[in-house]
Nanobody, 113 residues
Framework: QVQLVESGGGMVQPGGSLRLSCAAS????????MNWVRQAPGKEPEWVSR????????WYADSVKGRFTISRDNVKNIVYLQMNSLRPEDTALYYC??????RGPGTQVTVSS
C-alpha cells in the first residue's frame, strides 16, 4: 500500500525559502518517477515538478522554474522540493504524488509578509 507523508511546510516571507520532504513507503520507491503538486484555495491542482526514478532528470512548471529544485534519496525513500525566492502566489497545499495517482495529505506553504 502506497504511503506518502509530506513535511516541511510553514509560513515564510516573500523571498524566503523552504524545503519540503515526502517520505514514501509501501512500494519500490527507486523504480518510480515522483511528482510534486500544489493546490491553492479555490483552485485546481497544479503540477509543480517531477523527478525520474534515478533522480537524474527533472521537469518543472514554468511558474517555478529557476526557483524550485526537486531531488530524491533512493536510500532513504524521500523526495524533496527546495523552494527559493518564494512569492505569495506560491501559497498552497503541497503534496507528493505517485505516478499511479496516490498522494499524501500534503503540507501547507504560506508566503506572506
Amino acid at each position: 500500500q502506497v504511503q506518502l507523508v509530506e513535511s516541511g511546510g510553514g509560513m515564510v516571507q516573500p523571498g524566503g525559502s523552504l524545503r519540503l520532504s515526502c517520505a514514501a513507503s509501501g512500494f519500490t520507491f527507486r523504480q518510480y518517477d515522483m511528482n510534486w503538486v500544489r493546490q491553492a484555495p479555490g483552485k485546481e491542482p497544479e503540477w509543480v515538478s517531477r523527478v525520474n526514478s534515478g533522480g537524474g532528470v527533472t521537469w518543472y512548471a514554468d511558474s517555478v522554474k529557476g526557483r524550485f529544485t526537486i531531488s530524491r534519496d533512493n536510500v532513504k525513500n524521500i523526495v524533496y522540493l527546495q523552494m527559493n525566492s518564494l512569492r505569495p502566489e506560491d501559497t498552497a497545499l503541497y503534496y507528493c504524488q505517485h505516478p499511479e495517482g496516490e498522494r499524501g495529505p500534503g503540507t501547507q506553504v504560506t508566503v506572506s509578509s
